[in-house]
């Protein structure tokens, strides 16, 4: 079965400089979640999507964006990076089907993508 | 919002049972399990929805008391594969479409 594509699995920059992830949630679901995960941290959420609108917004820093395209894919865009964004970033999607808050829907993560900040 | 999970940590021989707890101070609509191996992503283990409901998965089970914001997940006859990472994820009653997770229980199990 498809799973959840991040891309790329590790990334290694240099303070005050720019990173992209990629995210490419299971085929038909409306729903993409982003998480970081500092070294022995729990997942902190970061920013949702359902249906190519942000949903819901979590601790996610100024300096940090993201979007959801017509492809359902999202990125996470981080700018001016400081050594405390190096983490393990998650992209997670679950299907919704319009019908509200996805109460009863799992989340099904990708592999994560390994920041590195120098 | 994040909810709290007790114990931090557990040690169990293989055989044993254990439970872990995940509190909110909020009003809670539903409750996920999710265990993580180190370095991998979380794997979900289950839902709970409605107040008072139990769930099973294999020899893992859970409860989720609505009224007091609390579920439980209970580990029996626990096995090596068990080992890992456990984070409760909860979703509020305010209908956002977030879900926040727990602060973890690193559960390990020795032969």
């Known amino acids: 079965a498809a799973g959840v594509i991040q891309s790329p699995r590790h990334l290694i920059k240099e303070k005050r400089e720019t990173a992209t992830l990629k995210c490419y949630p299971i085929?038909?679901?409306?729903?993409v979640y982003w998480y970081q995960q500092g070294p022995g941290q729990d997942p902190q959420f970061l920013i949702s999507?359902?249906?190519?609108?942000?949903?819901d917004k979590g601790s996610i820093p100024d300096r940090f964006s993201a979007q959801q395209f017509s492809d359902y894919h999202s990125e996470l865009n981080m700018s001016s990076l400081e050594l405390g964004d190096s983490a393990l970033y998650f992209c997670?999607?679950?299907?919704?089907?319009?019908?509200?808050?996805?109460?009863?829907?799992?989340?099904?993560f990708g592999n994560g993508t390994r920041l590195t900040v120098t | 919002q994040q909810p709290v999970q007790s114990p931090q940590a557990v040690i169990l021989r293989e055989g044993e049972d254990a439970v872990i707890n995940c509190s909110s101070s909020?009003?809670?609509?539903?409750v996920h399990w999710y265990r993580q191996k180190h370095g991998e992503a979380p794997v979900f283990l289950m839902i709970?929805?409605?107040?008072?409901e139990q769930k099973g998965h294999e020899k893992i089970s859970a409860s989720f008391n609505e009224k007091k914001q609390q579920s439980s997940l209970y580990l029996t006859a626990s096995q090596l594969s068990y080992s890992g990472t456990y984070f409760c994820?909860?979703?509020?009653?305010?209908?956002?479409?977030?879900?926040?997770f727990g602060t973890g229980t690193r559960l390990t199990v020795i032969p």
């Open positions: 909020k009003a809670l609509y539903s």
């Open positions: 994820g909860t979703r509020d009653q305010t209908g956002a479409n977030n879900l926040f």
């Open positions: 997670a999607s679950s299907h919704l089907g319009g019908q509200g808050p996805s109460y009863n829907s799992p989340l099904h």
């Open positions: 999507f359902y249906e190519k609108m942000q949903s």
């Open positions: 709970l929805l409605k107040g008072g």
């Open positions: 085929p038909r679901h409306d729903t």
